[in-house]
């Protein structure tokens, strides 16, 4: 790279502009910009449609569908921690034949984007979402959630498994339309989150999701027992957002042509591009909208403001551009 | 009225002591109008950047849709933890984000019904609007408040200006009758010919009310008290055993489905469990470990 290749000039573009081009494309998805939600934190997208237009977002992620209903676990469920929560919902929700009885045709005659987020106890289960999505109107892409229990293997989640990983992606590919991309969402949790993301992608993984929420506890000192009903639970929000950055940079290094939904603590948009820098192509707002419904909007436009002043004509020029070699001139202050 | 809550962000107007309490007052403009008893609001706290990244939910007191600076929402807290102790030691003009209003509210009776109230420590706060509500429907009103001790009691004076009777019972007996709002429920039941029960507190004092007005065939409104996220019913913390109309009994979402619930809908002595009924029950509902979601 020369030195010319550094944006320091600002784009001519200003970011009110209509022809600011905010296009990102995950594995031939093609998105009119780069923010979506986060599985989990927007259920169906109704609720949030509330407080703005969910069709003006990159996309809606679904939370996790089972094949069928699921009452979740008892309470408490949910511990806020420093800059962050627990979670230990169980996966509660009213299963496939009900989600695109109801759900998913809303997205879809809202004009909304759906990534259905899918998640299962055994390969068979997986494949079987898969095929049930299949052909269904509105799905723009399949999110595998195998940060599951493997029924199968003693409850060890998939996503800490490379060879259950690339199983289950391997069928979710399989039953999957080939226009529709399937993306893996990886667990932080594991030793190696590079030989995760190779397995999940020598499987037919189109896309990586990055990262699921690290598994946490709290104990109260007044009860002196654990604060949630599930004991330990998903901690998300600011506060993993590092880890988040981590993985992102540590799988993009290894694999820069595979598109990342990058998500983990992201609030602003100098965090949604802080992701993009690190090698991802669209970003997921999640814990954040517990705080701030309208979170995913404004990320959108605070992204496209911050894109604009560092000189990016495009999302495709900004994802991975902390990879970049070290630039001497820059360095030295010219 | 508008549907649907709204985000706004609002500002403090006042926030004064009452008892061992804090009342707030928020400039908020756009809520009062959609606004009905028994609605709730979700407020952000710690400011900008804060560390505390889930919002507080509190029962409205009261609203008015014009003031000099606009329309406000008040509500009554006790301070818990940080977030709450953040609320109390804000200034007038501080900004305090609001989303609201939320849930469903209190069910009005169609025709003027004898109604009883029963409130515990400041979850009476609905009540009051709700009371005003009812006596502009040609509803008697009786109220029964209760607390810990007298400086946790909420609302007398409200109650006083509205109600038929107003019975006051605190468990150290330091105002009103020594004992549980139970304890006088049956009497002022019988007394105003209660036809509706509505009631706002602890969950152990909904149960209890509940039950009480369910052996005298009435029917009561529960606004529950659980432990909120986000309050617009996307994060799924706040959940109870509910039975819905086929007879079901479901996890559902206080937030959205209700804070009010018809109180024999409540499966009460299963809260904070997933009863082995439940729709969709599995073994994971009781197993530890597990972060899917």
């Not at chain 1, 929000?237 to 880890?243: E, H, L, Q, W, Y």
């Not at chain 2, 005298?216 to 055993?241: F, K, N």
């Amino acid at each position: 790279m020369t030195r010319f290749a550094v944006r320091t000039v600002p784009a001519p573009l200003r970011a009110e502009d209509p022809r600011y081009d905010l296009r990102t494309t995950l594995g031939g998805l093609e998105l009119t910009n780069p923010v979506l939600t986060a599985s989990g934190c927007a259920a169906s997208g109704r609720e949030l449609d509330q407080f703005f237009d969910v069709a003006a977002l990159g996309a809606v992620v679904t939370k996790s569908i089972m094949l069928a209903p699921r009452s979740g676990r008892a309470t408490p469920r949910m511990a806020e921690t420093p800059s962050g929560m627990l979670n230990s919902i169980g996966l509660q929700g009213p299963g496939i034949d009900a989600f695109l009885e109801h759900d998913l045709p809303w997205l879809h005659a809202k004009g909304a984007r759906a990534v259905v987020s899918i998640a299962g106890g055994s390969v068979e289960e997986f494949g079987e979402l898969a095929r049930r999505l299949r052909g269904a109107p509105g799905l723009a892409a399949v999110e595998v959630n195998i940060s599951c229990p493997n029924v199968a293997n003693r409850g060890l989640v998939f996503a800490c498994d490379p060879g259950a990983a690339s199983e289950v992606v391997g069928a979710v590919r399989r039953h999957t339309t080939p226009a529709v991309p399937v993306l893996a969402k990886l667990s932080p949790d594991v030793t190696d989150i590079v030989a995760v993301a190779r397995s999940c992608v020598s499987a037919g993984a189109d896309g990586l999701s990055m990262i699921n929420t690290l598994l946490g506890m709290v104990i109260d000192p007044g009860t002196m027992r654990p604060v949630l009903a599930g004991i330990t639970g998903g901690l998300s929000g600011p506060a993993i957002r590092p880890v988040a950055v981590r993985c992102i940079w540590q799988v993009h290094a290894a694999m820069p042509q595979v598109p990342i939904i990058g998500m983990g603590g992201v609030r602003s948009g100098l965090d949604a591009l802080e992701m993009i820098l690190a090698g991802a192509s669209a970003v997921s707002v999640g814990t954040a909208v517990f705080g701030d419904p309208c979170a995913p909007v404004r990320v959108l436009t605070e992204l496209r403001h911050a894109l604009v002043a560092r000189g990016f004509a495009s999302v495709g020029a900004a994802v991975g551009f902390a990879h970049r070699a070290p630039d001497r001139a820059a360095d030295v202050g010219l | 009225m508008s549907d649907g809550p709204l985000q706004v962000p609002g500002k403090v107007l006042s926030v004064r002591r009452t008892g061992a309490y804090h009342h707030l007052t928020l400039v908020a403009p756009g809520i009062a109008e959609r606004t009905r008893p028994g609605h709730f609001v979700a407020l952000a706290v710690g400011g900008r950047n804060t560390g505390m990244v889930l919002r507080r939910a509190f029962s409205i007191y009261q609203v008015r849709q014009t003031g000099v600076y606009g329309g406000t929402v008040e509500v009554v807290f006790a301070v818990h933890g940080a977030g709450t102790a953040w609320l109390a030691e804000q200034h007038p003009h501080a900004p305090v984000d609001v989303v609201g209003p939320l849930g469903k509210p209190f069910s009005l009776p169609r025709q003027a019904a004898s109604t009883t109230l029963v409130g515990g420590g400041y979850g009476s706060a609905p009540l009051f609007a709700l009371g005003e509500a009812l006596r502009a429907r040609g509803c008697r009103v009786d109220f029964v408040l209760g607390a810990a001790s007298q400086d946790r009691l909420f609302g007398a004076l409200d109650a006083k200006r509205m109600a038929a009777t107003v019975a006051v019972t605190t468990d150290d007996g330091s105002t009103g009758t020594r004992g549980l709002v139970t304890d006088v429920l049956p009497d002022v039941m019988a007394r105003g010919r209660t036809e509706v029960v509505y009631a706002c507190g602890p969950m152990p004092m909904l149960r209890a009310v509940s039950r009480i007005a369910g052996r005298l065939g009435v029917p009561t409104q529960c606004a529950v008290e659980e432990s909120m996220a986000c309050g617009i019913g996307v994060c799924m913390t706040c959940v109870l055993p509910v039975v819905g109309d086929d007879g079901a009994t479901r996890m559902v979402r206080s937030c959205v489905e209700g804070p009010v619930f018809h109180g024999d809908r409540v499966r009460w002595d299963h809260v904070g469990t997933v009863p082995p009924d439940t729709v969709g029950r599995t073994a994971s509902a009781l197993a530890a470990g597990g972060r899917a979601g």
